[in-house]
């Protein structure tokens, strides 16, 4: 079956560390976004990639940098500049701007 | 203030009920996407439109592109649709044209 997975599920950081989420689709697709999700708030982008070996920094991208050397994979890292980076992450892709949108079952990030 | 407004941002509501979710955008769109997300955390697009009306079983959506207005209906509510719904709209200008903005969501507990 078609589809986005992320992982881990739930990941844990230590100060200092960077740490890396994973984001694969086999859809086929050439945007792939990054939305953070704090309680209470709205989703807000990180990063988006219309197409393989570019992206676009979103609302909040300081603190965190992505690659998109293939088309089937987006991940993120959380460098040890972000700062409250405890959050849910979910990876999203579509094929085109005014298509449907495919989420991930996200990532919890939690500081230790 | 708010690009995309939901209401309410809780709602309980008794088996059978039916069930009614507003979303107000003040920006230029694309298109409008009504969005789930259940208690693990994953994410499901229930509807993507542009004008009119859209149904999908008992979900009906329904757009005023004039009011910059969207409804989201449950008819016949049942426990299993507990979940967030958010409203989110695709912008169409700009240097983030394509982005989406999201509501914060509206958490709805139906009661046997």
């Known amino acids: 079956d078609g589809g986005i997975t992320q992982s881990p599920k739930y990941l844990f950081r230590k100060e200092g560390q960077n740490v890396t989420l994973s984001c694969e689709q086999n859809?086929?697709?050439?945007?792939m976004y990054w939305y953070r999700q704090d309680p209470g708030q709205g989703l807000r982008l990180i990063y988006y990639s219309q197409i393989v070996n570019d992206f676009q920094k979103g609302d909040i991208a300081e603190g965190y940098s992505v690659s998109r050397e293939k088309k089937e994979s987006f991940p993120l890292t959380v460098t040890s500049a972000q700062k409250n980076p405890t959050a849910f992450y979910l990876c999203?892709?579509?094929?085109?701007?005014?298509?449907?949108?495919?989420f991930g079952s996200g990532t919890q990030l939690s500081v230790l | 203030k708010n690009e995309v407004e939901q209401s309410p941002q809780n709602l309980t509501a008794q088996e059978g009920e039916f069930i009614t979710i507003n979303c107000s955008y003040s920006v230029g769109i694309s298109a409008l996407h009504w969005l789930q997300q259940h208690p693990g955390g994953g994410i499901v697009s229930l509807f993507m439109?542009?004008?009119g009306k859209k149904k999908h079983g008992r979900l009906i959506a329904t757009i005023n592109i004039q009011e910059k207005h969207s409804s989201l209906h449950i008819t016949a509510s049942h426990p299993r649709d507990s979940a967030v719904y958010i409203c989110?709209?695709?912008?169409?200008?700009?240097?983030?044209?394509?982005?989406?903005?999201f509501g914060k969501g509206t958490k709805l507990s139906v009661k046997p």
């Open positions: 989110a709209v695709t912008r169409n200008y700009g240097g983030s044209q394509g982005n989406l903005i």
């Open positions: 999203a892709s579509r094929e085109a701007t005014n298509e449907k949108l495919f």
């Open positions: 439109l542009s004008s």
């Open positions: 859809l086929n697709h050439d945007a």
